[in-house]
């Protein structure tokens, strides 16, 4: 006998059920008995067991997920246990929610789900993903301006740029070192227009490169999971957006990465350049505060169909945007950016002339 979701009709994974065969081999598998879950996507999953899934957010953030923990998953979608989510901060309300109910169909348990709208109107049991949580300033100019802490990715700009240009990069976007999680890792506050830090994403760099070190795993992290704040409602707003209220007149540039804002806000100071922190995070909410301005949107080499589909939708919620397909122009790899392009020539030219010096 399998569990049913009487609301789409559907069975729940063949793991759940029991045995009712004449020969009576005992098995029985019921959905987990946390009675409430939520519909959660990732970007990317991979089953590592019969016991766990390691499953990768949008953000970068790794989880393994015990599979006594998972209800049902369709892809990278899964309907996981509240306990869980709660316990582990990963932000789940306004998600599709089901309810498990016991019931008895003809002798044998069943399993009635109830499935709850993200945001019903009207609704107060999901009025809460409206209560956005938000850092302090004074937590900010604490890490700022207190404790201050050279991080690595400051350490490859100044091989780039003069120290006059990096520091008031850094004074722009409040660009902060840590030793949250890892050593001399960077900190992106997202600050809105309002001068509200809805976060504060931690990243490392190779101080060499300037790229993300990945080895082992993506070293991506948040501050509130440092300070351990499993009740921090993660409410994202688009990075370098306190910056809008500076100069009207400038059109504003939108990437995906924010080091390439930080870097690009030097090579090209008269734009206003801001970033997603992800390809997922180009939505029409996060947009919205930019209402009545030009906004350009230069994706990532290989991403342009993806955000200029993104950006139609976004167009008819009222907002001017373009599509930058400067990149995708270029004999440049899949995942390549404006940086990449920028330094490569930058570096190229510093060549030139050395060779006409010499």
């Not at 519909?39 to 499953?55: G, M, N, P, Q």
């Not at 940086?339 to 060549?351: P, Q, T």
Request: proline share 3%.
């Amino acid at each position: 006998m399998k569990y049913v979701d009487i609301e789409t009709g559907y069975y729940l994974k063949d793991s759940f059920g029991r045995c009712d065969r004449e020969s009576k081999c005992g098995y029985y598998h019921a959905p987990p008995k946390e009675n409430k879950y939520y519909l959660i996507t990732f970007l990317f999953v991979e089953s590592i067991s019969d016991k766990a899934y390691r499953a990768t957010e949008s953000n970068g953030h790794l989880h393994f997920i015990p599979t006594s923990q998972v209800l049902d998953k369709n892809g990278n979608s899964f309907w996981i246990t509240e306990w869980w989510l709660k316990t582990n901060g990963i932000a789940y309300l306004g998600h599709q929610s089901k309810n498990i109910v016991s019931n008895k169909v003809g002798g044998s348990a069943v399993a009635t789900i109830a499935t709850a709208s993200p945001v019903a109107a009207g609704a107060t049991a999901l009025s809460e993903p409206d209560k956005a949580s938000f850092h302090s300033l004074k937590l900010l100019d604490q890490l700022y301006n207190e404790e201050p802490v050279t991080e690595n990715l400051e350490v490859y700009l100044n091989t780039l740029f003069t120290e006059k240009q990096v520091f008031k990069a850094k004074q722009n976007y409040l660009l902060t070192g840590t030793t949250m999680f890892w050593n001399k890792a960077t900190i992106f506050w997202q600050i809105d227009q309002n001068e509200k830090v809805h976060a504060g994403k931690i990243m490392l760099y190779d101080s060499s490169t300037g790229k993300r070190i990945k080895k082992s795993y993506n070293h991506i992290n948040w501050v509130h999971k440092a300070l351990k704040e499993p009740d921090f409602n993660l409410n994202q707003c688009l990075f370098g957006l306190h910056r809008i209220k500076e100069d009207y007149s400038k059109s504003i540039a939108i990437v995906e990465s924010e080091k390439t804002a930080i870097i690009m806000s030097i090579i090209v100071p008269d734009v206003l350049w801001l970033a997603t922190g992800s390809k997922q995070n180009l939505k029409t909410r996060l947009l919205e505060p930019l209402a009545g301005r030009k906004i350009v949107l230069y994706p990532d080499k290989g991403e342009y169909e993806n955000w200029r589909s993104k950006a139609e939708v976004i167009k008819k919620n009222g907002l001017k945007v373009e599509v930058s397909d400067f990149l995708e122009e270029l004999p440049l790899k899949p995942g390549a950016d404006l940086v990449d392009y920028y330094i490569s020539s930058l570096r190229e030219n510093a060549g030139n002339a050395g060779n006409a010096h010499s």
